[in-house]
C-alpha cells in the first residue's frame, strides 16, 4: 500500500514556475513507478509525465516535453514535477499516481492516487 500527498500548487503568472512534490508513505516507494496526471472539470484525467522506479526512463506528454521535468529521490520517498514556462492551458489539479510496474499514460493503470493539487495559471 503507498499513500499520496501532493503539494507545491498555487497561482502563477504566464510564464512562471512551480514546482509540485509527491510525498509517498510505505517502505517500498522505490519499487513503483510514479506517474502525474492533470484534470479539468468534466475532463478525463491526462498524462503529463511518468518516472520508473530507478529514476533513468522518464516520459512526457508532447504538451508539456521541454517545460516540465519529473524526479524522484527515493530515499525520500518524494517524486517531483518541475514546471518552468507555465501556461494557461496548465491550469487543472494535478495528481500524483503509483503502479508496481513501469510507468503508464493510463490513469486507469496506476493503483494509488494523491488527493490533488490545483494550479492555475493566469494569462
Known amino acids: 500500500q503507498v499513500q499520496l500527498v501532493e503539494s507545491g500548487g498555487g497561482l502563477v503568472q504566464a510564464g512562471g514556475s512551480l514546482r509540485l512534490s509527491c510525498a509517498a508513505s510505505g517502505r517500498t516507494f522505490s519499487s513503483y513507478a510514479m506517474g502525474w496526471f492533470r484534470q479539468l472539470p468534466g475532463k478525463e484525467r491526462e498524462f503529463v509525465a511518468g518516472i520508473s522506479w530507478t529514476g533513468r526512463s522518464t516520459r512526457y506528454s508532447d504538451s508539456v516535453k521541454g517545460r516540465f521535468t519529473i524526479s524522484r529521490d527515493n530515499a525520500k520517498n518524494t517524486v517531483y514535477l518541475q514546471m518552468n514556462n507555465l501556461k494557461p492551458e496548465d491550469t487543472a489539479v494535478y495528481y500524483c499516481?503509483?503502479?508496481?510496474?513501469?510507468?503508464?499514460?493510463?490513469?486507469?493503470?496506476?493503483?494509488?492516487w494523491g488527493q490533488g493539487t490545483q494550479v492555475t495559471v493566469s494569462s
Open positions: 499516481a503509483a503502479r508496481s510496474d513501469t510507468y503508464n499514460t493510463l490513469a486507469n493503470e496506476y493503483a494509488y
